[in-house]
């Protein structure tokens, strides 16, 4: 895939909704990326996730021409006392344009958006899959931690349990 690809970022709009789940949908289809199967794209789904982070915490998504071909979010989980924290962070990139950068700059526009104007936010936290070793150091390569393992926590497809590992960015300055 040519990495020269145009496309813009911008914070989602509800209008976004049916490409980002048409967008989820190509993602859960090709498996081992969100924790979803594609039948587990559904309207409520996508519809908590966009609402909420567009009302509490961040969206951004990544269009060519008009289609979305990646999509980040976002927020603060309940209750107060995780107000200064980002979790339930979930990064869909388009299967055929992975691999060009549009993942890294969703990435970097969320971060960036926290370190300018977020600044009560201390913490951005997501979870990956153990096996999933390119994007353990691709959310390395973005300040991202280890944390620990949650053993046995995910049941992968051939029924086979796996550790989901937790990773945090932390706020340095």
């Not at 961040?58 to 021409?65: N, S």
């Not at 999933?132 to 691709?138: G, V």
Request: glycine letters at 6%; hydrophobic letters at 40%.
């Amino acid at each position: 895939m040519n990495k020269d690809i145009q496309y813009h970022i911008h914070a989602a709009t509800s209008d976004d909704f049916a490409n980002i789940k048409a967008l989820y949908q190509s993602v859960a289809r090709q498996g081992g990326g969100i924790a979803r199967t594609e039948d587990e794209i559904t309207d409520d789904y996508i519809q908590h996730n966009l609402e909420t982070a567009i009302t509490r915490g961040i969206c951004y998504v990544a269009k060519r021409e008009e289609q979305i071909v990646g999509e980040i979010h976002a927020y603060p989980p309940f209750p107060k006392i995780f107000a200064h924290i980002l979790s339930d962070l979930t990064i869909a990139v388009h299967p055929v344009f992975q691999g060009t950068g549009i993942g890294r700059a969703i990435f970097k526009a969320l971060l960036e958006e926290v370190k300018l104007h977020r600044t009560n936010i201390l913490r951005v936290e997501l979870f990956v899959r153990q096996s999933n070793l390119k994007a353990i150091a691709f959310y390395q390569s973005l300040g991202f931690e280890i944390e620990g393992h949650f053993q046995q926590r995910v049941r992968r497809p051939d029924g086979d349990l796996e550790s989901d590992i937790p990773m945090a960015w932390i706020r340095s300055e």
